[in-house]
């Protein structure tokens, strides 16, 4: 009888422990299945695990009446008691304030379902938190949450590799408990209702495990903890879910930002740097997770661009009658109706699944059902859908509740629905701070995170009274779940999904429970004096800190950073700003090898009449320099998706730009020192004329960066005698050379280098005679190809002295007042040009005289000479003279700082800065007009025309005075101005007119397509297909003549 009582009243103690034990497995072991239904209809429906917390209370409730457990103190029932009077009175604001709930049985009873949801969870934080009576308890609870961990990590497994059955509760069907099976791609749901709710688990568990393994010192333990811990993060990845996998790295980053309390800086450093990279690598590597985040970032499309770049031949195919092409591929077995086309849809859409269907009628009356195609946002299709959902209509909505009543929302279950009167069956707003706000207002939103906050709290005053290395662990990992979770709300309901929050408040009972018996009346926060290594980890970061204020790379990247910035100013532009006729051919070229593949032997471009050569063109060849840049440009294209050709355009010369001025830098950092290098590219990077043009779709800012490295490497030759740089610099000359025959004229400052290292032995270095045959040998080859297409060589000899302008007053008033002075140097940088061309400057090596930078400047000066025409009448050719124009420019500024004992030094410092920003505005007020676009109708009449006609093979005249920017606009290849009549450029393959003026020769041929329309012209079938006040569109033959699209 003795023995009986005792076991009763031992049973007594404890049946409330293990109940709660029994839940702490049950509830995420168990799959959701229902039993019946609270509201018809409705997702949320009564499960096995809700019955047995409700036992659970009654027993709390008894126990606690009868003084077998005790409920204070608690630090969460005030903040969980404020919370649930905010979400009531929320509730009755609803239903007679804002009246977004209808005092009907139907949508009250709903709303009541969502707070007694609510309480429920917050009931098991009160029951283990009163539990909890011994630490051997709490090892305990340990022990089943790591068992628990376990079966839903085989289970997920079974589901994946072993067609185990999975209960879903995603929509209202799945939810009634059918039992469903996952393909090869779904996403890994275990015995929770989704993925979003396994992948939170998983991460709660992942810093759990993590936190364990690093405070249990049994190899043993260690090992069983690791190969959980290992399979769960292999089920965080089958979850597929982003959000979580970012929670569980911010989380597992707080977790050991608290070790730093115990083990000090460097130690959780370490261990931190490689479970990040660790976790990084295998989420990348494998998996469906890393195709998520390779979709997020573009990486599959950026390395498919680059693969199909690799693998594309970069010349024409053979053509003859006998030529055979072999085709691996299975279209050479297939025919075309065997690959339908597939709509657009977006990147997380696997499954074409229509809108519905219709019944519709055919030509002949006959009845039949026609297949609806869904359609997607342009938020859907740009990012995926699920994000799509979310901005589009979730957040707006939850958004909208909010500012209905600020305090306290529009009450629980009432953001899905678009009228008041609406039943929605199921609830979601994929972002928990929106939900919150817009359910119970910012009063409920405060003290949702109330609670979290004096959890928080509780934790961090006994952090260092903790002794047990178990209960620490357990309570370190508290805090990172915590913020994971907050991580996850941002992306997830996550506080509302039922098995992570009961999950969750119940395992915050047991930490906060264990706090409560280990360190009662011990409370002491921790201090950053208890980190062991502060100090001296303060001493190494001091120190770091310092090198990298002191390094002169440190203002270098500053500068590189400030030179990326400016250069991004309208550079989303249209095609249509200064220069844009140049600008246009470059970038035809660039679209074309997007369009139609690589080839780099045979460039064309979108004209195809004789203006440029004097013969006629029609494939458009466009021989003028080799297309480097271009193939540069397509590479950016490929690295850069989701842009068009004209952004990878501009951005492919600011690469080159950016390039420029680093090498630029450490040239002359290396003669002149740290001081004129930085002034150096200061100026280089501020110069309005080198912010636009090194921005341009143009060759030349690719030129002026391969001269560059060219002649830093050659020069590092020529002092190291090392054989990679004369390799590269051969590279670099090459490459230049190909780009423009300019690059010939920097042999003047290569010289001077030679010969100042070698002085007569120049003459018989074979080095430089094989250096100058490499160079020459790719050129000349490529003149020899080109001169075989005499139609795309745009007629050149006019650019030496066509127009006889050479040392005639005019050329030097063009070149060096307007261009360089005023353009280039806007008038106040000509003084500090002067300055430094007449200033003496030695090498702070040596402390010999350099003479290099005016030998550059004379070879340059050379190339003015030779290139008198075309200097004349392009500005963009003067682009090669910025580099060393920005030299001198810092050779004359750095006299002036060093010269200060001549001059008062605060003024004299005062006067150049003033200098200097007077060269800048000045040179912005002549370059500003450059980024403006000067005749927008091109842009809109060709939109427009890209718009509606979208035939890529049609030809098109569109007359611009033979400008091809306005033909550029239209996307398709054709002729800029009129050769001939219209009925010769029928003849020439015309298939539509479009212009933006109304001259003669328009006005006529509107007339025709009139005429055609009335009946009075039948020879001439032309067809207005768009007229505007700004422009018109003309077809100029019938429909059956157009090209065909495949």
């Not at 532009?573 to 780099?600: C, I, K, M």
Request: charged residues 15%; positive net charge.
């Amino acid at each position: 009888m003795n023995i009986t009582r005792k076991f009763l009243s031992w049973f007594d103690n404890h049946l409330l422990f293990f109940l709660s034990g029994f839940l702490l497995a049950f509830i995420p072991l168990f799959p959701k299945l229902p039993l019946f239904d609270v509201i018809p209809g409705y997702i949320v429906r009564v499960r096995l695990e809700d019955f047995l917390i409700a036992i659970a209370i009654i027993i709390w409730l008894v126990q606690l009446w009868r003084k077998k457990i005790s409920f204070g103190p608690n630090p969460l029932a005030k903040p969980i008691l404020i919370y649930l009077t905010v979400g009531l009175l929320s509730m009755l604001s609803a239903i007679f304030i804002t009246r977004t709930v209808p005092l009907e049985i139907l949508h009250i009873g709903k709303m009541a379902l969502h707070f007694l949801r609510r309480i429920e969870y917050f009931s098991l934080f009160f029951i283990f938190y009163s539990t909890v009576k011994s630490i051997k308890q709490v090892k305990t609870y340990l022990l089943i949450l790591i068992v628990t961990i376990l079966g839903v990590t085989l289970y997920g497994y079974g589901q994946k590799y072993l067609y185990w059955p999975a209960f879903s509760t995603m929509n209202r069907e799945f939810s009634k408990g059918w039992a469903l099976y996952l393909t090869q791609h779904a996403r890994v749901i275990s015995t929770f209702g989704g993925h979003y709710d396994l992948a939170a688990y998983a991460m709660m568990a992942l810093i759990l495990l993590w936190s364990l393994f690093f405070n249990i010192e049994k190899k043993l333990y260690k090992l069983i903890i690791f190969i959980i811990l290992a399979g769960t993060f292999w089920l965080l990845i089958l979850t597929a879910s982003r959000t979580s996998f970012i929670a569980y790295m911010v989380g597992v980053t707080v977790l050991f930002g608290f070790w730093t309390f115990r083990k000090g800086i460097m130690w959780s450093a370490k261990r931190w740097f490689i479970v990040t990279v660790l976790s990084m690598f295998v989420m990348l590597s494998f998996g469906d997770l890393s195709d998520r985040f390779t979709k997020l970032l573009k990486l599959d499309q950026r390395l498919g661009g680059i693969k199909s770049l690799l693998t594309q031949p970069f010349s024409a195919p053979p053509i003859g009658d006998n030529i055979v092409l072999l085709e691996n591929n299975i279209e050479a077995v297939t025919s075309k109706s065997d690959f339908p086309l597939l709509p657009i849809r977006p990147s997380d859409v696997t499954d074409i699944i229509p809108e519905g269907t219709i019944a519709t009628q055919t030509a002949s009356g006959a009845a039949i059902t026609k297949v609806v195609q869904r359609n997607y946002s342009k938020t859907a299709l740009v990012y995926d859908l699920s994000t799509g959902i979310r901005l589009d209509a979730l957040w707006p909505r939850a958004i909208a509740g909010f500012k209905k009543n600020p305090l306290l929302g529009t009450g629980y279950s009432t953001l899905t629905k678009i009228q008041v009167n609406e039943f929605t069956e199921a609830e979601s707003t994929d972002n928990d701070y929106l939900r919150a706000l817009g359910e119970t207002g910012l009063l409920g939103l405060l003290a949702f995170g109330w609670i979290l906050v004096a959890a928080l709290s509780m934790v961090w005053k006994a952090y260092t009274s903790i002794t047990d290395k178990v209960i620490f662990g357990m309570i370190t990992a508290l805090t990172a779940i915590i913020i994971g979770l907050l991580v996850n709300a941002v992306y997830i309901d996550i506080f509302e999904a039922s098995k992570v929050a009961l999950y969750f408040w119940a395992i915050t009972g047991i930490i906060l429970g264990s706090i409560k018996i280990t360190s009662a009346n011990k409370f002491q926060p921790p201090k950053l004096s208890s980190i062991s290594d502060l100090s001296s980890t303060l001493h190494k970061i001091k120190q770091i800190t310092q090198k990298i204020y002191r390094s002169d790379k440190t203002y270098l990247l500053i500068i590189i950073i400030l030179a990326l910035v400016v250069r991004h100013y309208k550079i989303s532009e249209p095609l249509a700003d200064w220069h844009s006729w140049r600008q246009a051919d470059t970038s035809a070229v660039t679209r074309n090898f997007v369009r139609y593949g690589l080839n780099l032997f045979y460039p064309r471009y979108d004209d195809l009449s004789s203006i440029a050569s004097g013969i006629p063109n029609p494939q458009g060849y466009r021989f003028v320099e080799f297309p480097l840049y271009s193939f540069f440009a397509v590479l950016t294209d490929k690295l850069f998706p989701g842009y068009n050709v004209e952004y990878s355009g501009r951005l492919t010369s600011i690469f080159a730009s950016i390039g420029t001025l680093i090498f630029l830098y450490f040239l002359v950092k290396k003669y002149l020192g740290v001081r004129v290098g930085m002034l150096t590219a200061g100026f280089f990077a501020l110069l309005p004329y080198n912010i636009f043009w090194s921005r341009t779709i143009l060759p030349e800012p690719t030129l002026v960066f391969l001269t560059t490295a060219m002649l830093y490497t050659f020069d590092k030759w020529v002092e190291t005698s090392k054989w990679k740089y004369w390799v590269i610099s051969v590279i670099f000359a090459v490459l230049s050379l190909l780009v423009k025959f300019t690059a010939a004229f920097f042999v003047i400052p290569m010289l001077y280098l030679a010969w100042n290292k070698w002085k007569f032995k120049t003459f018989t270095n074979i080095w430089l005679y094989i250096y100058a045959i490499l160079t020459v040998l790719p050129f000349i080859a490529w003149r020899i190809h080109i001169s075989k297409y005499p139609e795309g060589v745009p007629a050149y000899q006019w650019l030496f002295n066509g127009n006889g302008i050479r040392f005639k007053g005019a050329w030097f008033w063009w070149l060096f007042s307007e261009r360089i002075g005023h353009l280039i140097l806007g008038t106040w940088g000509v003084g500090l040009f002067l300055l430094g061309m007449i200033r003496q400057v030695k090498n702070k090596i040596t402390g010999t005289n350099v003479w290099f930078f005016h030998y550059w400047l004379t070879g340059l000066i050379i190339y003015l000479i030779v290139f008198a025409t075309g200097n004349v009448q392009h500005d963009y050719y003067q682009i090669i003279l910025v580099p060393i124009l920005c030299i001198f420019l810092a050779i004359g500024t750095d006299f002036l700082l060093i010269k200060s004992d001549l001059f008062h030094q605060f003024f004299s410092k005062l006067v150049l800065i003033i200098w200097i920003v007077f060269m800048l505005m000045f040179g912005w007020y002549q370059a500003r007009d450059f980024f403006n676009i000067n005749h927008p109708e091109i842009v809109e009449a060709g939109r427009e025309f890209d718009r509606v006609i979208s035939n890529n093979k049609v030809l098109v005249i569109a007359p611009y005075g033979g400008d091809t920017a306005f033909l550029y606009q239209t996307g398709r290849r054709g002729w800029p101005l009129m050769e001939g009549t219209i009925d010769e450029m029928i003849a020439k393959g015309a298939h539509y007119y479009i212009s933006t003026n109304f001259d003669d020769t328009t006005n006529k041929i509107m007339q025709m397509a009139l005429n055609n329309q009335l009946g009075k012209d039948q020879i001439h079938q032309f067809k207005i297909i768009k007229q505007t006040p700004s422009y018109v569109i003309i077809q100029l033959v019938p429909d059956k003549f157009l090209p065909k699209t495949n």
